[in-house]
């Protein structure tokens, strides 16, 4: 085991008298001009360098929720770092991470925060002052430190820059999920209107990815007018990216998943199958979708199946259409009942299935049979 992952997550819980400030530093170096990310400077630099970080961490303790928002984006932090992030890195690095304060020690004028990290483990996080909010400790905030470590094996040293209330950045993050989500919302009406200003095309054939999603969207929504114009939309950039990506004709794919589901991401049959394209819970786990309800999960393994069983009876029979055919089939009723019965099954279910998915399908690529 490498020496950073020793330090994080071998160490046991502190003992009680940590909260009452009783301990010593505990392995941590009061001197601040001894810190890594200072070592090797001019005596000027290391002063000058001190005094800032300990104005910094002085700060902290004084700052405002929206003080605490603009020293994150101005640090351009996006998301809590997980433990990772701290067992790996060599030379310095500034992170906010998402811990319960523990409790704290005081030496003279200098503190020191212990906190327990989500994944596992203890970082001690050196400070001039330990916000007031702090100072009873078992408290769930997000900070954001300043580290350093010399090398892999070696201790991280951490300052604290900035602190919030974990119950605030929760709050704030749904609200930013929720501002995002209406954007994209705007953002799809807004796409749709502006495709609805143009003549649409009088089948969904030969269009460009980037040209295609709001024709799609429309349809899909046409289909299902209970989905959202950000849901249909999403479901539209699902099926076109999926199917660029594993080579399947994006209508073949809005002709299966019409048919299975109606575009209704939250179907379910008598038999337990899911989502856009029925998924079994069995196929879906040897696809690998984690939540056959979601969408863009769905679609994954909606796309690489049928790709897969494409590329089965192309390869054994030579002809497109009969692998089509039998593509569809073993979709279906699974390619075990397609080899037993040595072509499409004589089951009423399937036999419809195969027969509306290719009208379907021929419709969209504007073609009779």
């Given at each position: 085991?490498?020496?950073?992952?020793?330090?994080?997550?071998?160490?046991?819980?502190?003992?009680?008298?940590?909260?009452?400030?009783?301990?010593?530093?505990?392995?941590?170096?009061?001197?601040?001009?001894?810190?890594?990310?200072?070592?090797?400077?001019?005596?000027?630099?290391?002063?000058?360098?001190?005094?800032?970080?300990?104005?910094?961490?002085?700060?902290?303790?004084?700052?405002?929720?929206?003080?605490?928002?603009?020293?994150?984006?101005?640090?351009?932090?996006?998301?809590?770092?997980?433990v990772?992030?701290?067992?790996?890195?060599?030379?310095?690095?500034?992170?906010?991470?998402?811990?319960?304060?523990?409790?704290?020690?005081?030496?003279?004028?200098?503190?020191?925060?212990?906190?327990?990290?989500?994944e596992g483990?203890?970082?001690?996080?050196?400070?001039?002052?330990?916000?007031?909010w702090?100072?009873?400790?078992d408290?769930?905030?997000?900070?954001?430190?300043?580290?350093?470590?010399?090398?892999e094996?070696?201790?991280?040293?951490?300052?604290?820059?900035?602190?919030?209330?974990?119950?605030?950045?929760?709050?704030?993050?749904?609200q930013?999920?929720?501002?995002?989500?209406?954007?994209?919302?705007?953002?799809?009406?807004?796409?749709?209107?502006?495709?609805?200003?143009?003549?649409?095309?009088?089948?969904?054939?030969?269009?460009?990815?980037?040209?295609a999603?709001?024709?799609?969207?429309?349809?899909?929504?046409?289909?299902?007018?209970?989905?959202?114009?950000?849901?249909?939309?999403?479901?539209?950039?699902?099926?076109?990216?999926?199917?660029?990506?594993?080579?399947?004709?994006?209508?073949?794919?809005?002709?299966?998943?019409?048919?299975?589901?109606?575009?209704?991401?939250?179907?379910?049959?008598?038999?337990?199958?899911?989502?856009?394209?029925?998924?079994?819970?069995?196929t879906?786990?040897?696809?690998?979708?984690?939540?056959?309800?979601?969408?863009?999960?769905?679609?994954?393994?909606?796309?690489?199946?049928?790709?897969?069983?494409?590329?089965?009876?192309?390869?054994?029979?030579?002809?497109?259409?009969?692998?089509?055919?039998?593509?569809?089939?073993?979709?279906?009723?699974?390619?075990?009942?397609?080899r037993?019965y040595?072509?499409?099954?004589?089951?009423?279910?399937?036999?419809?299935?195969?027969?509306?998915?290719?009208?379907?399908?021929?419709?969209?690529?504007?073609?009779r049979?």
């Amino acid at each position: 085991m490498r020496g950073a992952e020793r330090w994080l997550s071998g160490r046991k819980r502190p003992p009680a008298k940590w909260v009452r400030g009783e301990s010593p530093f505990s392995g941590s170096n009061p001197d601040l001009s001894a810190s890594p990310f200072l070592f090797g400077f001019g005596r000027l630099v290391r002063t000058v360098a001190a005094a800032v970080l300990l104005c910094v961490a002085a700060l902290a303790s004084a700052q405002t929720f929206d003080e605490y928002l603009r020293l994150r984006r101005t640090i351009g932090i996006r998301e809590a770092a997980g433990v990772e992030a701290l067992e790996t890195f060599v030379g310095t690095r500034t992170v906010e991470v998402a811990a319960r304060v523990c409790g704290f020690s005081r030496v003279g004028d200098k503190s020191v925060l212990l906190l327990e990290l989500p994944e596992g483990g203890y970082l001690d996080v050196r400070t001039s002052r330990v916000p007031d909010w702090m100072s009873g400790g078992d408290v769930r905030a997000r900070l954001i430190v300043k580290a350093a470590r010399a090398s892999e094996q070696g201790p991280i040293d951490a300052f604290l820059i900035g602190a919030a209330a974990e119950h605030q950045m929760a709050a704030w993050e749904e609200q930013e999920r929720l501002r995002r989500k209406a954007a994209e919302e705007s953002a799809a009406r807004r796409a749709a209107r502006t495709a609805g200003a143009k003549k649409p095309p009088e089948r969904l054939a030969d269009l460009p990815a980037s040209e295609a999603t709001p024709y799609y969207a429309a349809f899909i929504r046409k289909r299902n007018p209970r989905l959202s114009e950000a849901e249909a939309w999403r479901i539209a950039q699902g099926v076109i990216g999926f199917s660029l990506k594993y080579g399947v004709d994006a209508r073949l794919v809005m002709a299966m998943v019409l048919v299975e589901s109606g575009f209704n991401p939250n179907a379910t049959s008598r038999a337990g199958a899911m989502g856009l394209g029925q998924l079994m819970p069995g196929t879906a786990r040897g696809m690998g979708v984690t939540n056959a309800y979601d969408s863009i999960d769905n679609l994954y393994g909606t796309v690489r199946l049928i790709r897969g069983h494409l590329e089965k009876y192309t390869g054994k029979t030579g002809d497109q259409y009969q692998a089509l055919v039998l593509a569809l089939a073993a979709y279906n009723a699974g390619s075990g009942a397609v080899r037993r019965y040595g072509g499409v099954p004589p089951y009423r279910e399937t036999q419809s299935y195969v027969r509306k998915v290719v009208a379907v399908y021929d419709a969209l690529c504007g073609r009779r049979r």
